[in-house]
């Protein structure tokens, strides 16, 4: 796997920093704006998902999965794929909104170059377990949060 070429970045979230709070549950929940690039040349969809691993609940909390994506180089928006399945109960981006006081939660936002495409919206889960053998390459970003 091609860990070193791909990369995911974004004007709006800094590696390791906190997420402003526009981007968060209690305020609007606007979509941030992410970048990709080192696509490789044997990949024919990318993937999207954004984890916060430090929710109180068994699995944590899938915030955004996004599927369809072209393979290629550029803007990851959110109008450019499919949306699936949040942990919330809908589809598409849910802003962070950690219990008050649990301290920082991570993000993480994953983008998974595909050597096939995605069928259908699955959950977070059912993408990892049906698509973990078509993944050439992967990258993240990791922002915190807290209440």
Not at 31 to 44: H, I, N, Y
Not at 99 to 109: L, T
Request: aromatic fraction near 10%; charge should be negative; hydrophobic fraction near 40%.
């Amino acid at each position: 796997m091609a860990v070193k070429d791909l990369t995911l970045t974004s004007p709006d979230l800094a590696d390791g920093e906190r997420i402003a709070d526009v981007f968060a549950g209690q305020h609007g929940a606007s979509t941030p704006e992410l970048a990709v690039t080192g696509v490789p040349p044997e990949a024919v969809e990318l993937a999207l998902v954004c984890h916060d691993p430090d929710a109180p609940l068994p699995h944590g909390f899938t915030h955004w999965t996004l599927y369809g994506l072209d393979a290629t180089d550029g803007p990851v928006t959110a109008s450019a794929g499919r949306p699936g399945p949040n942990d919330d109960g809908g589809v598409g981006y849910v802003g962070p909104f950690p219990p008050h006081g649990h301290g920082d939660h991570r993000y993480y936002f994953w983008v998974y170059a595909l050597s096939r495409p995605v069928e259908g919206e699955p959950s977070r889960a059912d993408f990892l377990a049906r698509y973990a053998d078509a993944v050439v390459a992967q990258a993240r970003l990791v922002a915190t949060f807290s209440r």
